[in-house]
């Protein structure tokens, strides 16, 4: 039996994963509460352990007792073990779970009973002798912290990652472009997500701002500030997704380069994520002017205007055009004014005494036509 003790350890069931140490002080009783009823008892090394589901560990630790008489343990039930009779009785071997109200021995509250693995009642822990009910002071007991490397095992969550590239488009594929039929104007493209938890710990994109489900990545159609980028296509194995870029107007570069940006992030459930930027190059499509010689010159003579010639102008006409020129504006189209400015120049070796443009007299070039541009002085 055990005898009258003056303090006592209150100790609850552990936490899920949590390990509570109790070293056994001669003169405290160690009180479990009623969860210890579920709990599985195991003796190891001297010390008893109760182990809970979801992992809680709570030892009693008499190890350290030496040759000090072991404290008795309250069971959830009331009923007192004498310890130095209970640890002779298990010896190495291991304990089945202690049993609730309903697993002891008829009239039995069954707390504190512990049977071999015959299932024969084990000799001297049959309720070993109750005591009356006293008054002990309570001593908190701190929990043994957790090893922190398992704990960071248990709880480290990897980053994903992303890789993106970006291309170039040109205008010149657009409506109305040097080189339309070309499709220029669009760019397919790909970017790389990964997870060293695996790609399935992704939750969602977010393209330019939009936020889309990993699930309802293909057939996104996210607006860009120069475009549209259409999501065509996810491989789950490898992380690649693809898309399809379009430009969708001619852009100003009068200020240098013009490019299209937009920022990709990515999230997995943890709610970590990584971003990259891909990034559009957007070509220019300049206008263009393709000139074809017809004719080699034309031929002005001054004697045609007779001796009463005083002043201009003298027109000289080709019986056929001289140059053949072809203008292309491009996607950007003509400009509202000055689209078009015309120069000429005359040139000679000074081995003649025909009069030129040059210091002798200002030749004006007249639109007289649609198609016609004459020179006058």
């Known amino acids: 039996m055990a005898e009258s003790q003056n303090s006592r350890q209150n100790v609850q069931a552990p936490q899920a994963g949590q390990t509570v140490i109790v070293n056994a002080i001669p003169g405290q009783d160690i009180v479990l509460e009623a969860a210890f009823d579920q709990a599985e008892v195991i003796l190891n090394n001297g010390n008893v352990i109760f182990e809970f589901e979801g992992g809680g560990q709570v030892v009693l630790n008499f190890a350290d007792l030496g040759t000090a008489q072991a404290p008795n343990v309250v069971m959830p039930d009331g009923t007192i073990l004498n310890m130095e009779e209970f640890l002779a009785s298990l010896g190495e071997s291991e304990v089945e779970p202690a049993a609730g109200p309903e697993g002891g021995a008829e009239g039995s509250g069954g707390v504190g009973q512990y049977r071999d693995d015959a299932g024969n009642l084990i000799d001297g822990v049959d309720k070993l002798g109750g005591l009356d009910p006293r008054e002990f002071t309570s001593i908190s007991i701190e929990a043994l912290e957790a090893d922190p490397l398992e704990e960071e095992e248990s709880v480290l969550n990897s980053p994903p990652t992303i890789s993106a590239s970006g291309g170039i488009v040109n205008e010149a594929g657009l409506e109305n472009g040097t ?102 190059s957007v070509l220019d499509d300049e206008p263009s002017v393709s000139n074809v010689v017809v004719a080699d010159s034309v031929v002005l003579d001054e004697t045609d205007a007779g001796e009463a010639f005083v002043g201009g102008p003298i027109i000289a006409t080709s019986e056929a055009a001289i140059i053949s020129a072809a203008l292309l504006f491009g996607a950007d189209d003509a400009a509202a004014t000055d689209s078009e400015v015309y120069g000429l120049t005359l040139s000679g070796d000074g081995t003649t005494l025909l009069k030129t443009a040059q210091g002798d007299f200002a030749i004006t070039l007249v639109e007289t036509g649609d198609q016609t541009i004459e020179g006058q002085y």
Not at 219 to 232: D, R, W, Y
């Open 179 to 280: 080189i339309a039929e070309s499709n220029a104007e669009f760019l397919p493209g790909s970017f790389t997500i990964s997870d060293p938890d695996g790609l399935g710990d992704i939750t969602s994109l977010s393209i330019n701002g939009v936020v889309i489900p990993i699930g309802s990545l293909v057939g996104s159609v996210v607006p860009t500030s120069l475009g549209v980028l259409t999501i065509t296509g996810f491989d789950a194995g490898t992380g690649v997704v693809s898309y399809l870029y379009q430009l969708a107007a001619p852009q100003d570069h009068s200020d240098g380069d013009v490019s299209d940006f937009f920022p990709v992030t990515v999230t997995d459930a943890a709610g970590a994520s990584a971003s990259a930027t891909v990034t559009i």
